[in-house]
């Protein structure tokens, strides 16, 4: 059912601006997209969720161009607290995509 | 308003065992979700439940089974205990049932098959 694609692993130094780009080029009319943050020994934490256009709130920046056919997380100066396992998922509410994870992108930040 | 709890914590276990363990969502959340967490297949989903139904079901054996009462606590039952079920058990909750509405996630119970 995983709809998404992203990139496995990315590293960013300390205080520089991070996009993460998820692809899903399958995305349906009635699907939002959703980010969530996984530190180790965790439970994912929400971040941010858009239909599309741009969507701000405090942590995060989320880009969604017209097609729709990929996002972009944007997380700005990131510090060392922002390692973390971050998830893009695609659904609508109605259905199960939701509820899957994939793999998700590791961010590891450098000092 | 206090989040989601799971118990035990942590559990070990020996291979042909059985297992419960138990969530409870956050007040007034009616929808609740079970995944399993290793280091090699990341993150998967279980089942959800809704108003005491399993609204959907990831890909697992009928070993593992769950749940949901009408305080929409919720447990899930793994029986006879392979080693490959050690692993983080996650529980979420959220208002409503599927949807992209967001979900609240417990601390985790940490199973050790031994």
């Known amino acids: 059912l995983a709809k998404t694609t992203q990139p496995i692993s990315m590293d960013s130094y300390e205080g520089q601006e991070v996009n993460i780009t998820c692809s899903h080029n399958n995305i349906a009319t009635n699907d939002y997209i959703t980010w969530y943050q996984q530190f180790p020994s965790q439970g994912p934490r929400f971040i941010i969720q858009g239909y599309k256009t741009k969507v701000t709130n405090e942590v995060a920046s989320l880009f969604i161009p017209a097609d729709r056919k990929s996002s972009t997380l944007s997380l700005p100066r990131v510090s060392l607290s922002d390692t973390a396992v971050y998830y893009c998922?695609?659904?609508?509410?109605?259905?199960?995509?939701?509820?899957?994870f994939g793999t998700g992108t590791r961010l590891t930040v450098i000092p | 308003k206090a989040g989601v709890t799971q118990t035990p914590r942590y559990l070990i276990k020996t291979r042909g065992q059985q297992v419960t363990l138990s969530c409870s969502p956050i007040s007034g959340h009616r929808s609740v979700s079970w995944y399993q967490q290793t280091p090699g297949q990341g993150l998967q989903f279980l089942f959800e439940?809704?108003?005491?139904?399993?609204?959907n079901k990831g890909n697992f054996p009928g070993r593992f089974s769950g749940r949901q009462f009408s305080n929409s606590r919720s447990e899930m039952n793994v029986s006879t205990l392979e080693l490959g079920d050690s692993a983080l058990y996650l529980c979420?909750?959220?208002?409503?049932?599927?949807?992209?509405?967001?979900?609240?996630f417990g601390p985790g119970t940490r199973l050790t098959v031994t």
């Open positions: 998922l695609v659904g609508d509410r109605t259905g199960a995509n939701n509820l899957f």
């Open positions: 979420a909750s959220s208002v409503l049932a599927g949807g992209p509405y967001e979900q609240y």
């Open positions: 439940y809704f108003s005491e139904t399993q609204r």
